[in-house]
């Protein structure tokens, strides 16, 4: 452990959610170390900074906790660390899941006992989605699904299944989903849930992969805890909606804890340390394929699930399906997207993550290039710190060439989107295969009346992606043909460019 704030006060995270791992974070990044205890290894696999953080990983009682605050040796934290085996805490946050009941009332009990400051960082439960069932326990949730037909799709885990499972009726209807660990398994086992009805996934579930598992085992009902953006609430809640599922909710209990910035004070407020909020940015450049969930890889479909911040074209931002908590910006301008990547630097607590969306690919005409020039001058100038990834995208090229079996290979590339090429007629005519990019009709026209009277065939898409699209062959004569205004793109083939 690197050698970083040495002053009096030790702080313990009982860490359960992404917040906790959130809070080691910015601990670590203002050099204080700590401790973090999670139930799981699963947990620990959420990573923790270990220049600053030492982990433990296992369930404790509050005899357990006392030991572990107190330093104590024994069957607790940290006795395999000599530099921690005989650390005392007095400063302990539970920043455990706001339904584990149980472990907040030992955590807090502990924090007495031991003589530690006790606070609690709660979880923000904020964007609620309308035309939802909400229950206040897991009971009431159960009686009122003994009342309904079809299959239900379970997510609320494997701590309360057995409440679900009393009916036999209600049981037999019910798939469950679950992480893949043992012990969740056995508890499905143990309740008398079928294999079959057993769907041990990892998460981050998108909208559309929850729509898939709805689909799949005709799901009617959707049950889940109001767990937050960080429990993918809102991606099951889009989900049911949009399938024509019904959604149960057992309501949050009462978390009067503060927020991260309500706690981050306090600690500066004891430890005399700045906790600064100025960690870089995640910024994801992502190519948003044909602005439809079917083309949008899966690596920009689980950035878009943490994402902060969309940016992106209005017709971008409003095909994608963004998380409750996300906010959407919708600009291609340079400078505005700057200015909101310095404000969620300056602004945010802990790391923002901000995902720019370009149609199609990002090196495949598209603005990249243009706004990746400007950011990575803002950085250089010291406007914001950022942790930059880029993701591809599926190009309007290769959607077409799939959908009208068309070769790319030695394909020439050409754009007429937002420009003039005055020597388009000739350079087309050089080469077996072209794929051109254009505005709308206007260009689809003059492409057709550039190429009038030679032997070539033209495999056209329109509004590739939407309701709309259409794929159709036409010789160049034929523009009366054109399905009307709208975004176009084609290939041009000479007699065998095939």
Same mark, same amino acid.
């Given at each position: 452990?690197?050698?970083?704030?040495?002053?009096?006060?030790?702080?313990?995270?009982? @860490?359960?959610?992404?917040?906790? $791992?959130?809070?080691?974070?910015?601990?670590?990044?203002?050099?204080?170390? *700590?401790?973090?205890?999670?139930?799981?290894?699963?947990?620990?696999?959420?990573?923790?900074?270990?220049?600053?953080?030492?982990?433990?990983?296992?369930?404790?009682?509050?005899?357990?906790?006392?030991?572990?605050?107190?330093?104590?040796?024994?069957?607790?934290?940290?006795?395999?660390? !000599?530099?921690?085996?005989?650390?005392?805490?007095?400063?302990?946050?539970?920043?455990?899941?706001?339904?584990?009941? #149980?472990?907040?009332?030992?955590?807090?009990?502990?924090?007495?006992?031991?003589?530690?400051?006790?606070? /609690?960082?709660?979880?923000?439960?904020?964007?609620?989605?309308?035309?939802?069932?909400?229950?206040?326990?897991?009971?009431?949730?159960?009686?009122?699904?003994?009342?309904?037909?079809?299959?239900?799709?379970?997510?609320?885990?494997?701590?309360?299944?057995?409440?679900?499972?009393?009916?036999?009726?209600?049981? #037999?209807?019910?798939?469950? /989903?679950?992480?893949?660990?043992?012990?969740?398994?056995?508890?499905?086992?143990?309740?008398?849930?079928?294999? @079959? *009805?057993?769907?041990?996934? *990892?998460?981050?579930?998108?909208?559309?992969?929850?729509?898939?598992?709805?689909?799949?085992?005709?799901?009617?009902?959707?049950?889940?805890?109001?767990?937050?953006?960080?429990?993918?609430?809102?991606?099951?809640?889009?989900?049911? *909606?949009?399938?024509?599922?019904?959604?149960?909710?057992?309501?949050?209990?009462?978390?009067?804890?503060?927020?991260?910035?309500?706690?981050?004070?306090?600690?500066?407020?004891?430890?005399?340390?700045?906790?600064?909020?100025? $960690?870089?940015?995640?910024?994801?450049?992502?190519?948003?394929?044909?602005?439809?969930?079917?083309?949008?890889?899966?690596?920009?479909?689980?950035?878009?699930?943490?994402?902060?911040?969309?940016?992106?074209?209005?017709?971008?931002?409003?095909?994608?399906?963004?998380?409750?908590?996300?906010?959407?910006? !919708?600009?291609?301008?340079?400078?505005?997207?700057?200015? #909101?990547?310095?404000?969620?630097?300056?602004?945010?607590?802990?790391?923002?993550?901000?995902?720019?969306?370009?149609?199609?690919?990002?090196?495949?005409?598209?603005?990249?290039?243009?706004?990746?020039?400007?950011?990575?001058?803002?950085? !250089?100038?010291?406007?914001?710190?950022?942790?930059?990834?880029?993701?591809?995208?599926?190009?309007?090229?290769?959607?077409?060439?799939?959908?009208?079996?068309?070769?790319?290979?030695?394909?020439?590339?050409?754009?007429?989107?937002?420009? /003039?090429?005055?020597?388009?007629?000739?350079?087309?005519?050089?080469?077996? /295969?072209?794929?051109?990019?254009?505005?709308?009709?206007?260009?689809? $026209?003059?492409?057709?009346?550039?190429?009038?009277?030679?032997?070539?065939?033209?495999?056209?898409?329109?509004?590739?992606?939407?309701?709309?699209?259409?794929?159709?062959?036409?010789?160049?004569?034929?523009?009366?043909?054109?399905?009307?205004?709208?975004?176009?793109?084609?290939?041009?083939?000479?007699?065998?460019?095939?």
């Amino acid at each position: 452990m690197n050698q970083g704030y040495s002053g009096k006060n030790s702080i313990l995270i009982f @860490s359960g959610t992404t917040e906790g $791992r959130m809070l080691s974070d910015i601990l670590s990044g203002a050099h204080i170390s *700590h401790g973090v205890c999670v139930v799981s290894e699963y947990g620990v696999s959420m990573g923790y900074d270990e220049n600053f953080a030492r982990v433990h990983a296992g369930a404790l009682d509050e005899e357990g906790m006392v030991r572990l605050i107190k330093g104590e040796r024994g069957e607790t934290a940290f006795d395999k660390t !000599a530099e921690c085996a005989d650390m005392l805490f007095d400063i302990i946050v539970d920043a455990t899941h706001p339904y584990a009941k #149980e472990a907040g009332k030992n955590i807090k009990a502990a924090a007495k006992e031991a003589g530690a400051v006790y606070l /609690r960082l709660s979880r923000s439960l904020k964007g609620v989605t309308e035309g939802i069932r909400i229950f206040d326990d897991v009971r009431s949730c159960a009686e009122a699904l003994s009342l309904t037909k079809g299959n239900i799709l379970l997510t609320t885990g494997s701590k309360d299944l057995a409440v679900f499972c009393e009916e036999e009726g209600l049981r #037999e209807r019910l798939y469950v /989903r679950v992480i893949p660990r043992m012990e969740s398994l056995e508890i499905c086992e143990k309740c008398g849930i079928s294999s @079959s *009805h057993i769907i041990a996934m *990892h998460g981050p579930f998108s909208v559309s992969m929850n729509e898939e598992i709805i689909r799949q085992y005709d799901i009617t009902v959707v049950v889940s805890k109001q767990s937050g953006r960080e429990g993918g609430f809102f991606e099951k809640a889009d989900a049911a *909606h949009n399938c024509g599922a019904a959604f149960f909710v057992i309501g949050a209990p009462e978390d009067e804890g503060e927020d991260m910035a309500g706690v981050c004070k306090k600690l500066e407020e004891i430890t005399g340390v700045k906790l600064s909020s100025k $960690r870089p940015v995640k910024l994801i450049f992502f190519g948003a394929g044909m602005a439809d969930e079917i083309s949008l890889t899966g690596a920009s479909q689980r950035c878009l699930i943490e994402a902060d911040v969309c940016v992106g074209s209005e017709r971008l931002i409003s095909s994608l399906a963004l998380p409750g908590n996300c906010r959407s910006v !919708a600009t291609v301008n340079t400078e505005r997207i700057i200015d #909101e990547i310095k404000n969620a630097y300056e602004s945010s607590l802990g790391s923002c993550s901000i995902c720019l969306a370009f149609s199609g690919d990002v090196s495949f005409y598209s603005a990249y290039r243009r706004v990746r020039k400007a950011v990575d001058e803002a950085i !250089a100038g010291g406007d914001f710190e950022a942790d930059i990834t880029v993701l591809p995208g599926i190009s309007s090229m290769s959607y077409l060439a799939a959908k009208a079996d068309a070769d790319c290979n030695d394909v020439q590339l050409i754009s007429m989107h937002g420009r /003039r090429v005055p020597d388009i007629r000739e350079r087309i005519l050089g080469c077996e /295969r072209t794929f051109v990019l254009l505005s709308g009709l206007d260009d689809m $026209r003059d492409l057709c009346h550039e190429l009038e009277g030679e032997k070539v065939s033209i495999i056209v898409g329109y509004e590739l992606g939407t309701e709309r699209e259409q794929i159709l062959s036409i010789d160049p004569p034929e523009s009366g043909k054109l399905p009307g205004e709208g975004l176009y793109c084609c290939f041009v083939l000479s007699s065998d460019g095939r």
